[in-house]
Nanobody
């Protein structure tokens, strides 16, 4: 099993920045990639970004490309999401997710079923 714990959410003004962290513990050696999803009130959970656990391959949703950066610290089993130029529409609960699918990069990495493990989520609120 793998446990994922997010942190770093909060309230920020539009145009500001936040950095989210996701600490993984347990059988982390089984993970091949880590992703971030978000869910706004009344909406479905949507893909934000993903990074390979080794090699560092990354993919982003169009809505965040150029503003958000996903990175990892393998030594600390931690993945980060640096969010800049935040917009009101970025307000959501942000979830960290991990996949044990070795071929995640050729699969539907933007879809929830690919991911075996999920964190509890951290709230990000962007105000005007």
């Amino acid at each position: 099993q793998v446990q994922l714990v997010e942190s770093g959410g909060g309230l920020v003004q539009a145009g500001g920045s936040l950095r989210l962290s996701c600490a993984a513990s347990g059988r982390t050696f089984t993970l091949y990639a880590m992703g971030w999803f978000r869910q706004a009130p009344g909406k479905e959970r949507e893909f934000v970004a993903v990074i390979g656990w080794s090699g560092g391959m990354t993919y982003y949703a169009d809505a965040v490309k150029g503003r958000f950066t996903i990175s990892r610290d393998n030594a600390k089993n931690t993945v980060f999401l640096q969010m800049n130029a935040l917009k009101l529409e970025d307000t959501a609960v942000y979830y960290c997710a991990g996949t044990t699918n070795r071929l995640w990069y050729s699969s539907n990495y933007y879809e929830r079923p690919l991911y075996n493990y999920w964190g509890q989520g951290t709230q990000v609120t962007v105000s005007s």
